[in-house]
């Protein structure tokens, strides 16, 4: 049974950091892409960050490059999400999906909300 389990969100202040975790279980995990991506109230979903099977490449969200970092380890089956310098802007509910060549798979989401 495919389980994506997000972790980590909460209420936070503008300009705090949080740490998402998106724990895998029922597939290969280290055969696929893996991405967080996010959906505000009222907006339609959006690709955040990826990252590759291995971990050797991953790309950003231009709203998020250089105050985000999605990471990976394979050992753990997990894949992470560190969030820094949150704004308001940022709050939304997150969410992990994996990504092969055939199958894709989504997690339950996880509410993060940067208010003051």
Do not use: H
Request: neutral net charge; charged residues 15%.
């Amino acid at each position: 049974q495919v389980q994506l389990v997000e972790s980590g969100g909460g209420l936070v202040q503008p300009g705090g950091s949080l740490r998402l975790s998106c724990a895998a279980s029922g597939f290969t995990f280290s055969s696929y892409a893996m991405s967080w991506y996010r959906q505000a109230p009222g907006k339609e979903r959006e690709l955040v960050a990826t990252i590759t099977s291995t971990g050797g490449g991953t790309m950003y969200a231009d709203s998020v490059k250089g105050r985000f970092t999605i990471s990976r380890d394979n050992a753990k089956n997990t894949v992470y999400l560190q969030m820094n310098s949150l704004e308001p802007e940022d709050t939304a509910v997150y969410y992990c999906k994996a990504l092969s060549s055939w199958y894709s798979y989504w997690g339950q989401g996880t509410q993060v909300t940067v208010s003051s």
